[in-house]
């Protein structure tokens, strides 16, 4: 079938791709118009303009937008304007769930459907195929099976379920509720994403540690001295140890082999200097843990780590020492190299 | 080659079944003769007493002890004694790695080599293979190669690695250093088992609780009410949610397989009344991160969650009921049905 | 001087009470009559209707709105209307600071000065005077100065400060900013008594457990065994520790003087059930904290194990359960009593 | 009554000077004839060497220990070698209470009582007193009764209690049972106190950021944007708001009497940079907890937050930023200029 597509980055181009190689009809635009090109030499129709590319769309138009969370709300509107009653939107990217929710609100005045999809695969998506969360109205999410059942990985060896809700899930595309559920959904795996790579990463740590007792250590009142040295004498191969939990063990996961690849190209991981970025969704995670009343210890320990590693505990940390200081005379070491 | 197995509880048993099926000679004890005659019957040599067991076991003797962690101390140091120097003991259980430490500096002075072994793969392993952690002296490692292999899953399609390090990891079994690294290495594999359990577990929790807006909560003072509850109408399907995380998406794993599974029987769980046990080795874990001074917020977390599954905050949160009457004369809500 | 104030529950009649003892007449308003009078009877001027409230008023009218958070905007609109530019309204409830801030500028284009204060002091505000957390507009806020003098401790030893910052801090109370600061300062103050009432919590549960090694401990593959039973072995007197703290040691607190009191009465706080409500203002805390990427670790951990104690945790660990079942065949233990 | 002091440093020094103070004979030592000297300046009897030191001391001979956790024992062990039965040995250190349990017995055989005491006050204590938690068997800690009340805060307005407990906890003194109980409690003191303090420094932190709005911020794939700036225009006056706290405020404690000041001399604290110690306790406390299976998120919270400062997580962060670049292709941000 024919789909439209704007906004082509890396996710967009890519998904593009795919699409055109399962036979699908892409409409793309970017205001880039270099990006629109590269795929108009890969069998893609490419518009000019925001009012080319809506017009080109054949009706019921289904346009996906595939942009940046900051500019896709005004984008949406825009090309809403162009739009008629029947006609679909798709938001690909990474919105905040309220937006969907606000937004299918207002395009429902409009007769205009709107469909928010969280997508996971990241650049791997265009050969393993894209995890798709789904939400919108039932009509307009069954008008688009085509269009899901080819960006996700299908093919998998499992018979198909019987229940409505497992019909597609062993295909990577799940339609998950009304608008926003879909970003909803998203939102949560990214929670879980952080947890997990925070539990990998912390694991790693110790192991890394596992030698603490073959190293000179200050001795001083401000240093906790090691209690038994004799426990801590292991030279562990990161990179090796990474490998081997891949096959049999019951930590085994996608995340485990990209950990696996990276270590084995550096153990010291030379190439990072530990800023870790977190781009919203845990932190929306976070904020619907707290709004429901759901406990969320471990994936809130994940995003406030990264929040460390961005700098933003220095004042909370110089409080401390002004503390120890206050009460104990003690004074502060300097910070270590690193 | 040879092996001889002591403690045919589930995983001892089909340790030795793989085994048996891969070749080896299989000598096994257990105070248990029903266990015994059990693999006997499937093509083993069975034992009547730990003498006749050592005896049975060519030169140099390898004895294999699959038993709970709190007696393996004392069976080791039986074993030991009716063996000679050159001989090898294998502790493939849960040990704490520094009872491994300590008892192969003892042996070490018999001439004992003794290895200990960290092994993941649960009830799947006599289908899938063992995920194997090895700690030991070179050569008596190297000895049992052949036993590794075929406990190990193998067979995968990746190239053997150039390195020592990675030449058996990406087959399932890797010898990680010294007696005690390989319990060291398991344990923190189990810490970061922790840390992903819980992850996939709070997350799946506010996906349960994304209906929040369409239940009626209880207006008092005591409770705080939901803000946004048009965010928080959606009915998910948890089934159908870890299903498709399964296909492509970021998080998928082993443990999510497993996750999707339960799900699919009961998306309610109702089976389980939410008492989480911890085995030793989450606390393990934490011990060394603490020793080596290494964070571990996230594998805490985790760890102290199952705590409170066991109910062992009782007497804290009594303590802060109290301190809220003290200052505020706030009354405590009842416990709900739950 | 003259202040309205509406609202006469627990903290408004005591602070009525408050004032009228500090010279200052009080004009008094609540939907419940009786609540009225028996002010009235102290020596406050009692008003029928919110019409009648605001026209004994003398100019400019100072109403002063102490009521739940979920009904204090209704009631500032409806007061407003009956006031006039250069009026000013008080908001000390327990409000958001998103919404003070929305409220004021809406009151702003009807010239009437909104003020919010933040208010720590609970039952004990009466006698010990209450912490007051003003924001507002400086004309406005410098006006009540006589009423938040009143309403604070006061009488302080130290020498007034020199800074403006510092000038009334001492006898507490603050200007803290234009309108919202004041429930912002509040906020984070009860983020951080939730994170102070864990810390005694978990401190004192721990002590609690101090006799683990003099108590039988189930045997089983799902219960981790106590290590070292000899170094549990303490029955501490929680009173006498909780009383003992209180003098010369860093950690002596006010409301540490409130859990020695509740322990002296009843160490076993058998009166208690152990679930902690929250009123928003922790959640509330985490909000900003993640909007402005500040790690605060220990605070949500506080505000989660609340979480827990009302039960919410229990599809999660359920959840845990199944996966512990479905990879290594361990079945829960049942809960235990408690 | 007449007490030897062994260790002058800056605690055991004050210590002396307040014992001087409260007309009893100090017999004191140290391996840095300085220390003694001075002290003799003041009143007491100066010991030359160890020897000297006990042969000094009057039957029975108490000796009050006041040495680094790292050698306490070896010279515990040269005292009682120049001791007999019915002496007092005091280890008035940080140690690890597992040592005093295991010091205790191994004196016993000797017949010389050991008593464990842990102390609070820092460098405030020479004046405001010492808060002491102690352990050791009754007739010997009733012998040296009046030295523990000279220490003590004492003078306190409350009526003594009547029960045993509660008899001196008023006072600031306390016999929390067999040895080893006073390091106990003391070291469960400073797990609150790590919590405690890290309660204030988070919402102090929060507070700091409060303008955030106010600030420019990058605007790239790798920075979540502040989702509501207009909340967030607050420039607060950090020691005006401690300082506030103070009074009549729930959080009110000493920890914040001494945070005031340190805000009042500068509120950036400038001669800070964020790297904070810990010296032991907050790490034993965590063990316990683990070892007894107590639930402690904000106690480990808070200590692994310092363990976060001295840049412990940093492995922990490149391979967060590994796994991101390995699925996603995001390139790290480089370190903020902090």
Chains 1, 2, 3, 4 share one sequence.
Request: hydrophobic share 40%; glycine share 12%; net charge negative.
């Amino acid at each position: 079938m024919q789909i439209g597509m704007m906004g082509l980055g890396r996710m967009g181009a890519n998904m593009v791709r795919r699409l055109l190689k399962g036979g699908h009809e892409c409409v793309v635009y970017d205001i880039n118009p270099a990006s629109v090109n590269a795929l108009v030499s890969e069998g893609a129709i490419g518009a000019t303009s925001m009012e080319d590319f809506v017009a080109k769309l054949q009706k019921p138009a289904c346009a996906w937008l595939m942009l940046p969370a900051a500019i896709t709300g005004e984008n949406v509107d825009k090309v809403a304007a162009l739009m008629a009653a029947g006609d679909i939107i798709i938001d690909g990217g990474n919105s905040y769930y309220h937006d969907d929710v606000d937004k299918a609100e207002q395009l429902r005045a409009q007769g205009i459907d709107y469909i928010d999809v969280g997508t996971s695969g990241g650049v791997w998506g265009l050969d393993r195929g894209y995890c798709l969360m789904i939400g919108g109205p039932n009509e307009a999410v069954r008008h688009l099976d085509p269009i899901f059942a080819t960006l996700a990985p299908g093919n998998t060896e499992e018979a198909p379920a019987t229940s409505e809700g497992l019909r597609t899930a062993h295909l990577g595309y799940l339609h998950c509720g009304p608008t926003g559920s879909g970003h909803f959904v998203k939102m949560v795996h990214n929670g879980i994403e952080y947890g997990m790579m925070a539990a990998y990463a912390e694991g790693m740590n110790i192991l890394k540690a596992a030698n603490a007792g073959n190293k000179t250590r200050d001795i001083d009142a401000e240093t906790s001295p090691l209690p038994t040295p004799q426990y801590y004498k292991f030279d562990i191969d990161m990179a090796a140890v990474s490998e081997v939990w891949r096959h049999g063990s019951v930590i085994s996961s996608w995340l485990l082999d990209l950990t696996a690849d990276a270590l084995k190209q550096d153990p010291e991981l030379a190439a990072y200097g530990g800023r870790v970025s977190d781009s919203g969704e845990g932190r929306w995670t976070l904020k619907a843990a707290i709004d429901t009343g759901v406990p969320t210890p471990v994936l809130s320990s994940a995003l406030f780590q990264r929040f460390n590693s961005q700098g933003e505990s220095l004042y909370a940390d110089k409080l401390l020492s002004a503390m120890r200081f206050a009460f104990g005379g003690h004074h502060e070491k300097p910070k270590s190299g690193a």
